[in-house]
Protein backbone atom coordinates (compact mmCIF):
# COMPACT_ATOMS: atom_id res chain seq x y z
CA UNK A 1 0.00 0.00 0.00
CA UNK A 2 1.38 3.21 -1.21
CA UNK A 3 0.52 6.46 0.64
CA UNK A 4 1.34 10.21 -0.28
CA UNK A 5 1.38 12.43 2.79
CA UNK A 6 1.99 16.06 2.72
CA UNK A 7 2.47 18.17 5.36
CA UNK A 8 2.96 22.16 4.79
CA UNK A 9 6.05 22.19 2.45
CA UNK A 10 7.35 18.61 3.01
CA UNK A 11 6.14 16.25 0.62
CA UNK A 12 6.77 12.49 1.91
CA UNK A 13 6.48 9.27 0.44
CA UNK A 14 6.40 6.74 3.06
CA UNK A 15 5.95 3.04 1.55
CA UNK A 16 3.63 1.45 4.44
CA UNK A 17 3.97 -2.39 4.72
CA UNK A 18 0.75 -4.67 5.21
CA UNK A 19 0.28 -5.68 9.18
CA UNK A 20 0.51 -9.49 7.97
CA UNK A 21 4.37 -8.99 7.31
CA UNK A 22 4.37 -6.68 10.88
CA UNK A 23 1.72 -8.19 13.34
CA UNK A 24 2.69 -5.98 15.76
CA UNK A 25 2.69 -2.44 14.63
CA UNK A 26 3.53 -0.72 11.23
CA UNK A 27 6.81 0.03 9.69
CA UNK A 28 6.79 3.20 7.64
CA UNK A 29 9.90 3.85 5.60
CA UNK A 30 11.01 7.63 4.47
CA UNK A 31 14.66 8.99 3.61
CA UNK A 32 16.57 10.37 5.98
CA UNK A 33 16.41 13.93 4.56
CA UNK A 34 12.87 14.07 4.86
CA UNK A 35 12.86 12.55 8.61
CA UNK A 36 15.31 15.21 9.74
CA UNK A 37 12.84 17.90 8.23
CA UNK A 38 9.91 16.63 10.15
CA UNK A 39 11.72 16.62 13.41
CA UNK A 40 13.07 19.70 12.42
CA UNK A 41 9.37 20.93 12.10
CA UNK A 42 8.15 19.57 15.14
CA UNK A 43 10.73 20.89 17.17
CA UNK A 44 10.00 24.47 15.69
CA UNK A 45 6.43 23.82 16.15
CA UNK A 46 7.58 22.16 20.47
CA UNK A 47 9.44 25.94 20.90
CA UNK A 48 6.63 27.85 19.47
CA UNK A 49 3.83 26.39 21.71
CA UNK A 50 6.64 26.81 24.67
CA UNK A 51 6.42 30.85 23.72
CA UNK A 52 3.23 30.94 23.24
CA UNK A 53 1.94 29.67 26.79
CA UNK A 54 4.89 31.70 28.42
CA UNK A 55 3.23 34.91 26.82
CA UNK A 56 -0.03 33.87 27.88
CA UNK A 57 1.01 33.90 30.97
CA UNK A 58 2.69 37.27 31.26
CA UNK A 59 -1.03 38.62 29.64
CA UNK A 60 -2.93 37.16 32.45
CA UNK A 61 -0.45 38.47 35.01
CA UNK A 62 -0.04 42.27 33.35
CA UNK A 63 2.91 42.11 31.94
CA UNK A 64 2.62 43.40 28.23
CA UNK A 65 1.82 46.85 27.15
CA UNK A 66 0.12 47.50 23.40
CA UNK A 67 -1.33 47.72 21.07
CA UNK A 68 0.13 51.57 19.77
CA UNK A 69 -2.00 53.90 17.74
CA UNK A 70 1.32 55.70 16.64
CA UNK A 71 4.71 55.05 16.74
CA UNK A 72 5.21 57.82 19.44
CA UNK A 73 3.56 55.89 22.13
CA UNK A 74 5.50 53.06 21.18
CA UNK A 75 8.86 55.09 21.65
CA UNK A 76 7.36 56.25 24.54
CA UNK A 77 6.75 53.16 25.65
CA UNK A 78 10.08 51.78 25.21
CA UNK A 79 11.66 55.04 27.30
CA UNK A 80 10.45 53.49 30.30
Excluded at 27 to 35: M, P, S
Excluded at 44 to 49: A, F, K, N, P, Y
Aim: no cysteine; hydrophobic share 40%; proline share 4%.
Amino acid sequence: MLRIWQYNEIIMTPLTISKKFLPKDDLVIIARKQYERLLKHIRWQEELDRDLQRSLEEVKQGKFEGPFSTVEELKASLER
